[in-house]
C-alpha cells in the first residue's frame, strides 16, 4: 500500500474544536485515555501489508477529537523508501497536533523512536500551489532512524478541530472500506456524550449497528474491511457507484445548515461606494437595464479579472474573503467569487443567492445527512424574468449565449437566512452550440485518395476557452498541431498545412480556421464503395448494461450539457458514378437525454449533410429502457449514408499522368506540410506513404532516407528497402535489408531480407538465413511457408512440400497452409494432378477467401482451363479488387485467349497495385512478354 493509499483509507471531512490553544508546535503526549486500543498482536498474525488502521474519534462540546492507529509492514525497500519519512498534517489555526507514539516493532521488540527526544520537523508545505490552492497546513515530518526491511513502523496521533464557521456544530465522514482492500485490523470508532443529540447514517445500504453506551458516552463502530460491495455499472448515476460513507453530524436539517452558512454570506455593504467594484457596476448599468444582460456581463468581470486561488488559511475552508479584498487582490476560491458576484447582481436589484453544490456526485447529495462536508463548491443562483440561472464565478468564457445552460451538480442548496431545503437544478436545453462547425471535403480526385479538407469552426461558452492559449500562441508549427488534433474528430486522420486560431473576449467566442488532407472517407465491401459522413447525430446509441439481474432497476445516467452542430459538404468523385444517399430525416428527436435534428441532401456529385445534437445530464429510469432502446434503434437504422451501385474508379485504374495530375493539390499540401517543420522524421514519412497514389516510389526512398537522418530505426531502413525495391534499385535495397537485419535480427527483418535476396536471384543465401531460426506457433508456420516457397524456386518443391506438411500434422485443416500447399502445386506446377482437391479443400476451410481462390485460380492456369481460373479470379477480384496478384494472371488469360488489350490492362493495373508483380511471376517461370 502507497502513501496517496494509505491517506485515503484515512480521509475525512471534519469540523471541531478545542478548549486547547491552538498552535504550531506540536504536542507529545500518552494516549488519550478515550481511546480503546486495539489488538495488535492479533493484527500481526495476518501478515498483511498494512497491520493496522485504527481511527477514533470523539465528539464533544463542538469539539471533533481526532485519532489515528496506523502500523505498516516494511515488505521491501521500495516500502521503506516510500514509507520510511513519515508525514503527519494539520491545520494551526483549527486545532492542534498531538504525537502519541512513533515505534518500530522487530521481532517483538518495541522500539520507541521518541523515547531519546527525536521530535518531528514543523514546516509549511502548500502541497498545492499548482492549483492554486493554498490549505494552511503545517507538515510534520521525520525520517525515521534505522527502520528497515521486516520491520514494522507504527505511529499513532490525534488532531483536535474547531472551523469557525460553523459555531460549534460537528460534522465526520469517513468512507466504509471494501474487500478486496487487506488489512490485520481496521475500525471507525466515533463516540459522543450519551445525552447529545447526534445524527449517524450510513450510505450504500450499508446496515450499521445501533451506538452502545460506554462510560457515559455513546460508541458507534464499524471494523475494516467490510463484505466486497456489488459492482455497479459505469453508465449509472454516480450515487451507485461512491464507496459506502460514514456519517455523524449534529446538524438536525437541511434548513439549519443553510441558516447558519448563511451567516458568513451577508452582502449588505460589502461594496465600497465610491471603490472600483461599485465604479464597475456602474459601467454595467450604464451599458443595458436587461436584467439578463447585467447578470452576463457581471459573470464576465468575476471569471476573467479575478483569477482562482483558494486561501484555506484562518478559516477559510468555509468563510469567504470580502469582495473588496477579492477584488484587490485580484483572487479568489469559489466563496469569494461567489460573494463577489452576489454582492454585483444585489447592488443591480438582480435576485440571488449563493448556494452550496458538490461538483462531481451532487445526485448523491439528498442521501446524505445535513453537513457542510457534503460539497465542495458553490456559485450563485439567480432568478430574472422567472428563469433559474446558475452562475459559476469559477468558470470560464460563459457570456450571454450561454448563460442559461445549467451546470451538472443535480442538486444545490440555497443559502438563506431563515434556511432551505435541497433545490433540484433542472436541466435545460442548451440554446446555442458549444460547437459549430463547417466542414468542407474535396473527394473529388477520387475514392482511395485522400482528399482536401477545411474547417471553420466557433465555439462558445466554456469550450471557446480551451482555444485561448492556442490563439495566443506565436510558434506556427504547435499551432499546426493543436488543429490537426483538434480536426480529428471532424475529418478523421489529418494533416494540416494551414491554420488559425482567434479569440475574442467581448463574445467569449473562439474560432478555428484549418485547412489540410485527411484519409479517405470511403470504405469498400466486396468491391462497392460507402462513405459514412462524419457527424456527431450518426452512430448514436443507447445500450445500457442491465444482463445482470440485480442491475435492472438501477437507472441509466447521460451526459452533458453539450451541443454540437455540424455543416458537412462533400464534394464526391466525378464521372460516370451512380450516387445513392439513404438515411432518415430528423426533426427534433428526443432520446435518452440527447435531441438531435439532421438532414442530408445529393446534388449530382455534390453532398449537403446538416446535424445538430444535444445532450444533457438527465437520469433514465429502468422502466423507460426499452422505449429508448427503440426509439435509438431507429434512429441508428436511419443514418446516413452514401452508397456507388457503379462507376466507382479505384486508384490503380489511373495511369501514372492521371494519378499525378488528381493529387497534385494533397502533394502540395504534403510539402507545405513537410516544409512546416522539415526535422521532423514523421512529416517525411507520411509523404513517402502517400507516394503510393502516385507510384513515385523514388520520391518515397527520398523522403524516408529524410527521416533515417533524424530518426534511423530497423523500421525506417525496411521501409526504405521497399521503396528502393519498388522503384527498381536493386542494390540499395539489399543494403538497406541488410542493415535492418544487423540492428534489429529478428524475424521479421530477416524475412524481409530474405524476400529481398530471393527477388534477386539468390535463393540458397536467403534459405541459409532463414534456416538460422527455430521458431514455434504462428512464426513457425509463416517460415515454413516462406521457405517452401524457396525451396521450389531452387529446383526443390518436395521439399518445400515436406516443410508444408511438417507444419499441417501441428495444425491439421489450417487454411492458410491449405492454401500455401495449393500455392505451391500450382507455381512450382508440383504434383498438379492432386492440386485440384488440395485447393479445393483449402477454398472451403478459408471460407472462400480472394486469396485462396487465386490460388486455385494458379492451378487451373497450370493445367490450361482458363474457364475456371477465371471464375475463381472474378470471385476473388469481387471480394478483394486490389489483389494484384489476381489481376496479372487474369491479364495473362485474357492474352491467351487473344483479348490483348484487356489483357494488357490488367496487368497494368496489378503492375500499379504492385511494383514487383511482373518480376515475381517471372520467377515462377511465367511471363507476359508476348
Not at 437525454?593 to 429502468?622: F, H, M, N, W
Not at 535489408?737 to 524475412?751: F, S
Request: charge should be negative.
Amino acid at each position: 500500500m502507497n502513501m496517496h493509499h494509505l491517506l485515503s483509507a484515512t480521509a475525512i471531512v471534519a469540523v471541531c474544536a478545542t478548549p486547547a490553544v491552538a498552535g504550531e508546535e506540536i504536542i507529545y503526549e500518552e494516549v488519550p485515555s478515550w481511546v480503546v486500543a486495539p489488538d495488535l498482536d492479533a493484527a500481526m498474525e495476518k501478515d498483511e501489508t498494512l497491520v493496522l488502521i485504527d481511527r477514533q474519534v470523539r465528539m464533544e462540546d463542538g469539539v471533533v477529537h481526532d485519532y489515528f492507529d496506523v502500523a505498516i509492514k516494511m515488505e521491501n525497500p521500495q516500502v521503506v523508501t516510500q514509507l520510511g519519512t513519515p508525514q503527519l498534517q494539520w491545520q494551526p489555526d483549527k486545532g492542534d497536533l498531538r504525537v502519541h507514539r512513533i515505534q518500530i516493532i522487530r521481532d517483538g521488540e518495541v522500539i520507541d523512536v521518541l523515547a531519546d527526544g527525536t521530535k518531528l520537523e514543523v514546516i509549511r508545505r502548500e502541497r498545492q500551489l499548482e492549483s492554486r490552492l493554498i490549505d494552511g497546513m503545517l507538515t510534520g515530518t521525520m525520517a525515521v532512524p534505522g527502520l528497515r526491511v521486516g520491520d514494522v513502523l507504527r505511529m499513532s496521533h490525534s488532531t483536535t478541530k474547531r472551523d469557525q464557521a460553523l459555531d460549534g456544530e460537528m460534522q465526520v465522514l469517513q468512507g466504509i472500506l471494501p474487500e478486496p482492500m487487506e488489512m490485520g485490523y481496521g475500525r471507525i470508532r466515533v463516540s459522543w456524550p450519551e445525552d447529545e443529540p447526534m445524527r449517524y447514517n450510513a450510505t450504500r445500504d450499508f446496515a450499521l449497528a445501533e451506538p452502545v453506551i460506554e462510560d457515559g458516552y455513546k460508541v458507534l463502530s464499524v471494523e475494516f474491511p467490510i463484505p466486497e460491495l456489488d459492482e455497479m455499472p459505469d453508465d449509472a448515476p454516480r450515487r451507485y457507484r461512491m464507496p459506502p460513507l460514514l456519517q455523524v453530524g449534529t446538524y438536525d436539517s437541511w434548513r439549519e445548515l443553510s441558516a447558519q452558512m448563511a451567516t458568513h454570506f451577508t452582502t449588505e455593504g460589502t461594496i465600497d461606494p465610491e471603490g472600483e467594484i461599485a465604479a464597475k457596476i456602474a459601467e454595467i448599468e450604464a451599458k443595458t437595464d436587461k436584467q439578463l444582460e447585467r447578470a452576463a456581463l457581471a459573470l464576465q468581470i468575476v471569471q476573467d479579472d479575478v483569477a482562482y486561488h483558494l486561501n484555506g488559511l484562518d478559516g477559510g475552508n468555509y468563510l469567504p474573503q470580502s469582495p473588496e479584498d477579492t477584488w484587490e487582490l485580484r483572487y479568489g476560491d469559489c466563496k469569494a467569487k461567489s460573494l463577489l458576484l452576489l454582492a454585483m447582481l444585489r447592488e443591480m436589484g438582480i435576485e440571488s443567492e449563493a448556494v452550496l453544490v458538490h461538483s462531481s456526485s451532487g445526485d448523491w447529495v439528498p442521501d446524505m445527512l445535513p453537513m457542510p462536508g457534503n460539497f465542495d463548491h458553490m456559485i450563485v443562483h439567480a432568478v430574472i424574468d422567472g428563469e433559474d440561472y446558475w452562475l459559476d464565478g469559477t468558470n470560464a468564457g460563459v457570456r450571454l449565449a450561454t448563460i442559461g445552460e445549467v451546470p451538472p451538480f443535480f442538486n444545490a442548496l440555497p443559502l438563506r437566512p431563515e434556511g432551505a431545503e435541497l433545490m433540484p437544478m433542472t436541466q435545460r436545453w442548451p440554446s446555442v452550440p458549444d460547437r459549430t462547425a463547417v466542414v468542407e471535403i474535396d473527394h473529388s480526385a477520387g475514392f482511395d485518395y485522400p482528399a482536401m479538407f477545411s474547417i471553420d469552426v466557433t465555439l462558445e461558452g466554456t469550450m471557446a476557452t480551451r482555444l485561448r492559449d492556442p490563439a495566443e500562441e506565436s510558434d506556427r508549427e504547435k499551432v499546426l498541431d493543436f488543429a490537426s488534433n483538434f480536426a480529428r474528430n471532424l475529418v478523421g486522420t489529418n494533416f494540416v498545412k494551414d491554420a488559425t486560431v482567434t479569440f475574442d473576449e467581448d463574445s467569449g467566442q473562439a474560432r478555428l480556421e484549418a485547412e489540410g488532407v485527411t484519409y479517405s472517407w470511403w470504405e469498400f465491401e466486396r468491391g462497392r464503395a460507402k462513405l459514412t459522413p462524419y457527424v456527431s447525430s450518426n452512430d448514436f446509441g443507447f445500450s445500457p448494461d442491465r444482463a445482470r439481474r440485480e442491475w435492472r432497476d438501477i437507472p441509466y445516467q447521460s451526459g452533458g450539457p453539450v451541443r454540437w452542430r455540424e455543416d458537412l459538404r462533400i464534394e464526391l468523385p466525378q464521372g460516370d458514378v451512380a450516387y445513392d444517399l439513404r438515411g432518415v430525416e430528423v426533426r427534433e428527436e428526443e432520446i435518452a437525454g440527447t435531441r438531435i435534428s439532421r438532414s442530408a441532401t445529393l446534388d449530382g456529385a455534390s453532398l449537403r449533410v446538416q446535424s445538430d445534437k444535444a445532450e444533457i445530464p438527465v437520469e433514465i429510469p429502468a422502466s423507460a429502457f426499452a422505449e429508448n432502446r427503440r426509439a435509438a434503434s431507429r434512429l441508428g437504422s436511419g443514418d446516413y449514408v452514401v452508397r456507388v451501385s457503379e462507376g466507382a474508379k479505384r486508384y490503380w485504374e489511373y495511369s501514372a499522368e492521371e494519378a499525378e495530375r488528381l493529387m497534385a493539390p494533397m502533394e502540395a499540401a504534403l510539402d507545405a506540410y513537410v516544409d512546416t517543420d522539415p526535422d521532423e522524421a514523421s512529416r517525411h514519412i507520411r509523404r513517402a506513404e502517400m507516394r503510393v497514389f502516385t507510384y513515385d516510389y523514388a520520391a518515397a526512398a527520398e523522403d524516408y532516407t529524410r527521416a533515417i537522418e533524424l530518426e534511423p530505426s530497423a523500421t525506417l531502413y525496411n521501409q526504405r528497402a521497399q521503396a528502393y525495391a519498388n522503384a527498381g534499385e536493386w542494390d540499395l535495397a539489399l543494403d538497406d535489408a541488410l542493415y535492418a537485419y544487423e540492428l534489429q535480427g529478428d524475424v521479421a527483418t530477416a524475412l524481409n531480407l530474405a524476400a529481398i535476396q530471393a527477388e534477386m536471384g539468390d535463393v540458397d543465401t536467403a534459405l541459409a538465413l532463414l534456416e538460422e531460426f527455430e521458431l514455434g506457433g504462428d512464426e513457425r508456420a509463416t517460415l515454413a511457408q516462406v521457405r517452401a516457397e524457396y525451396e521450389g524456386e531452387a529446383g526443390r518443391p518436395e521439399a518445400g512440400w515436406a516443410m508444408l506438411e511438417d507444419v499441417l500434422l501441428e495444425r491439421p485443416g489450417d487454411s492458410e497452409l491449405l492454401n500455401s500447399q495449393c500455392w505451391h502445386m500450382g507455381t512450382w506446377k508440383y504434383r498438379l494432378d492432386e492440386a485440384e482437391a488440395v485447393c479445393t479443400e483449402a477454398v472451403q476451410a478459408s471460407q472462400y477467401g480472394a486469396n485462396v481462390l487465386d490460388s486455385r485460380a494458379m492451378v487451373y492456369y497450370r493445367n490450361g482451363d482458363y474457364d475456371k481460373a477465371m471464375r475463381d479470379i472474378d470471385a476473388a477480384l469481387r471480394s478483394e479488387p486490389s489483389l494484384a496478384a489476381s489481376r496479372y494472371l487474369k491479364g495473362l488469360i485474357l492474352i491467351e485467349q487473344g483479348k490483348t488489350a484487356e489483357g494488357r490492362r490488367e496487368i497494368a493495373y496489378a503492375e500499379r497495385i504492385s511494383p514487383r508483380i511482373v518480376r515475381q511471376y517471372e520467377r515462377y517461370g511465367i511471363s507476359s512478354a508476348k
